[in-house]
């Protein structure tokens, strides 16, 4: 039994395909990349995963279990996690309000939200910020606060949508150990980015797509000298 | 601690002073103005749970007032059954209205949401209306009143007040709180962090218009008298229940306490002429202009709270409560640490 497959996703909005039979298996344990240039598709398939969008076909099995007829909030119990894109802080809640609000999906009580919270901030390195409200933060925090949420929930399995876009060189760095160490503690990460170099040094395996279509998928290095990626990236000249 | 207890303190000295204030008042007409503010916490606090913690914000509570007055009086006038019994049928039957209506009505978002509450509002109106052999229509429902005394009702809607606010300081630090807070904030956020945001939607619906019946049936016990147009009134009640949202600070637990206070001070102001200012000129200098001008300030009094409520939005945009460290800077001039 594979742990998380996407089997042939399809998504179509109007007569445009955003994903067209798209397909890949994640391992337990690894940081799995998922690449493309602008508008390929990498978010949806996300959003298909988590269930905000509905499939046209396909099949998402997530620990032996069909998951793309379910709701999302079902989802994230199940132990998918999920950070978005375009960051969705709860605004006018502190950081530690944002966490406890989504740390109540394992725990019930006020006490164990807390603690569970305030662990998960911890392993974050959220804690200077804690007490601030979470519209008074600047992107790099948001993103974090992101992660942290969605770590929260105590994913098995954690979707990060760009969560390196526009940091700086050292927070940068920072974002990369965090991943790792969100590896390294048992969740296994499907990641989207696009910073190559983020995306080469810690992913053990990637899978690249164009127009909704696959074009690659394999090591780092295996992708780095695939001709259709480097098609889709550097244009025809290049490959 | 101490912050915490400071916090519990001005609340239970006002409780206090309301508790003894028809020994020191012992007037018929200042209870009155008492219950209904008090009534008014009820229904402004049910509505700020829904509008001010789970960002649903409704335009029709008076179909749920009017459904909990409606319940309690047809008993009554039907069955002969007391209409303290129409007490907990009240509140019961809001929510009932509440449920299938929430049910279709919360796909829709912002504003859209809060027209579909407008609209039941009216269509309940009009069912009231139409439904005569029922409701008996515009003529209305009169029962007897249980007690000839105003001060039952003062301590029975008393209770009811602090039995309404200490069930949101429940919810609002609980579970429930949080996952209404996150819902209002972004609900996609909120569906992914695994929360089932239809149903606490619906939670929080349920709550609140469970406690807006109440009060609808505790209307009809204390007024004796309903009809549709009373009960089920847009401007009266639904838009009455917004600004004392919005006034006290919606988001806040004790916000519709202060708004609720505020609208009974501003009606009464204006219905009683300025606290009778005008109609002492006017005996004074025997000048007819002043009682003309009475008259005017008396059917103003909508006016001066709309007024108000602009003052409001302008300089405070989270309330007097939600904005208090801001008044106390600007008015009081007391530095805020922190």
């Known amino acids: 039994m594979s742990f998380f497959k996407a089997d042939n996703l399809v998504k179509h909005f109007g007569g445009l395909a955003a994903v067209n039979n798209v397909s890949f298996e994640v391992r337990k344990g690894e940081i799995f990349g998922l690449i493309g240039p602008n508008g390929s598709g990498k978010t949806t398939t ?16 997530f620990k032996g279990q069909e998951i793309h007829r379910l709701p999302t909030h079902k989802i994230c119990k199940l132990g998918i996690g999920r950070t978005f894109q375009v960051v969705k802080p709860l605004g006018r809640m502190t950081v530690l309000d944002n966490v406890i609000a989504a740390a109540f999906v394992r725990v019930n009580t006020m006490r164990e939200a807390r603690e569970l919270a305030l662990q998960t901030i911890d392993f974050c390195g959220l804690l200077p910020v804690q007490n601030l409200l979470a519209k008074s933060l600047p992107i ?49 990460v499907i990641i989207i980015e696009h910073i190559m170099h983020v995306i080469m040094s810690i992913s053990d395996r990637i899978h690249a797509i164009n127009f909704g279509q696959t074009i690659g998928e394999g090591t780092p290095q295996e992708v780095a000298q695939n001709k259709a990626v480097i098609e889709a990236y550097l244009g025809t000249d290049y490959a | 601690m101490l912050s915490e207890m400071k916090k519990n303190l001005y609340p239970l000295i006002f409780l206090l002073a309301l508790a003894v204030f028809p020994f020191l008042a012992r007037e018929e007409y200042y209870e009155h103005l008492v219950i209904l503010f008090m009534m008014w916490v009820i229904i402004g606090s049910s ?18 007032f009017g459904s909990g007055a409606y319940a309690a009086g047809l008993l009554t006038y039907h069955y002969g059954i007391s209409p303290w019994w129409g007490m907990a049928t009240g509140g019961l039957l809001a929510t009932a209205v509440a449920f299938p209506f929430g049910w279709i009505t919360f796909r829709l978002r912002g504003a859209y949401f809060a027209l579909a509450t407008l609209a039941l509002n009216e269509v309940l109106k009009d069912a009231a209306k139409i439904a005569e052999p029922l409701t008996n229509g515009m003529v209305g429902i009169l029962i007897m009143p249980t007690f000839s ?21 429940l919810t609002v630090h609980s579970k429930l709180g949080y996952y209404f807070v996150s819902i ?18 619906m939670i929080s619906l349920g709550i609140g218009t469970f406690w807006t019946g109440l009060a609808g049936a505790f209307y009809m ?18 838009i009455a229940a917004v600004l004392v949202g919005i006034v006290g600070g919606a988001g806040t637990i004790y ?30 200098t025997g000048s007819a202009a002043f009682a003309t001008l009475s008259e005017f300030v008396k059917s103003a009094h909508a006016l001066g709270f709309g007024l ?5 939005i302008l300089l405070l945009p989270n309330g007097i409560v939600g904005d208090w460290g801001k008044i106390k800077k600007r008015v009081f001039r007391v530095k805020t640490v922190g």
Request: with cysteine; proline share 3%.
């Open chain 1, 140 to 188: 790099a925090w948001r993103k974090r606060l992101e992660i942290t949420r969605a770590m929260a929930t105590r994913p098995d399995l954690l979707l990060l949508d760009e969560t390196s876009a526009g940091l700086n060189p050292t927070e940068l760095l920072k974002a990369i150990e965090l991943i790792k160490k969100i590896r390294d503690s048992g969740t296994t």
């Open chain 2, 47 to 64: 509505w700020n749970l829904l509008a001010g913690y789970t960002g649903r914000v409704s335009f029709g509570h008076a179909a749920f």
């Open chain 2, 255 to 284: 916000g519709p306490a202060v708004g609720a206070f505020v609208m009974i001070a501003v009606q009464e102001f204006f219905r009683s002429g300025f606290f009778g200012v005008f109609k002492y000129f006017g005996d004074k």
């Open chain 1, 46 to 61: 996300f959003n298909l995963i988590s269930g905000i969008h509905r499939l046209n076909s396909g099949k998402v099995i």
């Open chain 2, 184 to 201: 209002r904030e972004d609900q996609d956020a909120a569906e992914s962090m695994g929360i089932n945001t239809t149903r606490y939607k």
């Open chain 2, 308 to 312: 108000l409520v602009i003052f409001v």
């Open chain 2, 221 to 238: 016990n204390y007024m004796g008298f309903i009809d549709p147009s009373v009960v089920f009134s847009l401007q009266d009640i639904s």
């Open chain 2, 149 to 169: 005394s105003k001060l039952p009702y003062y301590y029975i809607i008393m209770a009811m007040m602090v039995l309404t606010i200490l069930c949101m300081r």
